[in-house]
């Protein structure tokens, strides 16, 4: 971890401005959170400090994940006529609403913030017919947590696109109040890294691409993951949006190939239900995407199964090991 170096006042300032930002748009006032996430991560942390700033010690979800919906009756029956809040990231929103009264326990949150990673607009849209107020965030360590809900700075924040293409689509920075100093030093922390991310008093520059239209933001990817295959910059996090849109999630990377330097591939989580994991699924899902009329690009050149995918933290897929077994799978069955 390169340690972000967050200030107390900064804090507060997110704090204040996501409360702002929720009584403005949802006409919200403070009231108890339920802890669901991780307290070492800054979601987490952010959790906990935006229920003691309103007043109330935040419920904390079962360690093993338990019960979200009996967590959620507890927590009103002991703040009744109070507004609810909580936190979750995108994998825990899903397992919620496919629960057995789910979306019912959803619905009793005044707001309820997702982030830590893309939300299929599926699950956005599913939840706005079932009236759960889902909030996606974006942010993170460096900004004290979200200071963009649903692609909106919070009161005292701006965000651009830097050095945009033609399209629009540049490296996202963000400019605010909760802003970290800078990175912790450490010796194996390279000076340049901190100078990059953080290039004046207030500003950190992601490595996120972006597009910024009427002041709300679309991130479309990492800039520093893009797959160049055959000299075509390819974003793994459009490639994920393109399996989702029909009915997949998934894992993109890309892997060394001989003849485009570098391909596309995913590994498609099946919960096991279907096939058994690392089995090659390429042409099933290439013959999907096709009759869905994805643009060819999008289209993996390589598909593999898993039971689950893997998690460096909340929410945020472990490209590395992702990589890693893909490299494997493809190794294996080159000569198919």
Avoid at 98 to 113: I, M, P, T, W
Avoid at 208 to 223: F, K, P, Q, S
Avoid at 298 to 304: K, N, Q
């Amino acid at each position: 971890p390169k340690g972000a170096l967050l200030r107390t006042d900064g804090v507060r300032a997110a704090i204040s401005a996501s409360a702002s930002f929720i009584m403005d748009r949802l006409g919200a006032g403070p009231g108890p959170w339920l802890l669901a996430l991780p307290p070492h991560h800054i979601a987490g942390t952010m959790v906990i400090l935006r229920s003691l700033d309103a007043g109330f010690e935040p419920a904390v979800l079962d360690s093993s994940g338990g019960p979200f919906c009996a967590a959620t009756t507890a927590l009103a029956d002991a703040h009744p006529g109070l507004p609810l809040y909580t936190s979750l990231v995108p994998t825990q929103l899903v397992r919620v609403l496919d629960s057995a009264e789910g979306s019912e326990a959803l619905g009793r949150y005044a707001a309820v913030l997702v982030g830590g990673g893309p939300t299929p607009p599926a699950v956005v849209a599913r939840c706005g017919e079932l009236g759960v107020g889902v909030l996606l965030t974006y942010g993170s360590s460096e900004t004290s947590g979200g200071v963009l809900y649903n692609g909106e700075p919070l009161p005292g924040y701006t965000v651009e696109s830097v050095d945009p293409d033609d399209a629009g689509v540049g490296r996202v920075a963000l400019h605010g109040p909760s802003v970290a100093d800078g990175y912790r030093v450490t010796c194996s922390l390279d000076p340049t890294v901190a100078a990059d991310a953080f290039p004046a008093p207030g500003v950190f520059r992601t490595s996120d691409l972006g597009r910024v239209e009427g002041g709300v933001l679309t991130v479309l990817g990492r800039a520093d993951g893009a797959v160049n295959s055959g000299g075509l910059k390819i974003l793994p996090e459009q490639v994920e949006a393109a399996v989702a849109s029909v009915g997949l999630s998934c894992c993109a990377v890309g892997v060394p190939d001989d003849e485009w330097g570098e391909i596309v591939a995913v590994l498609v989580e099946r919960g096991g239900a279907e096939s058994a994991a690392g089995t090659d699924c390429t042409a099933s899902l290439r013959a999907r995407m096709k009759d869905a009329d994805v643009a060819s690009h999008l289209i993996p050149r390589r598909a593999f199964t898993t039971g689950v995918l893997p998690l460096t933290g909340p929410g945020k897929l472990d490209r590395r090991t992702v990589r890693g077994v893909l490299q494997e799978l493809v190794r294996g069955t080159s000569g198919d």
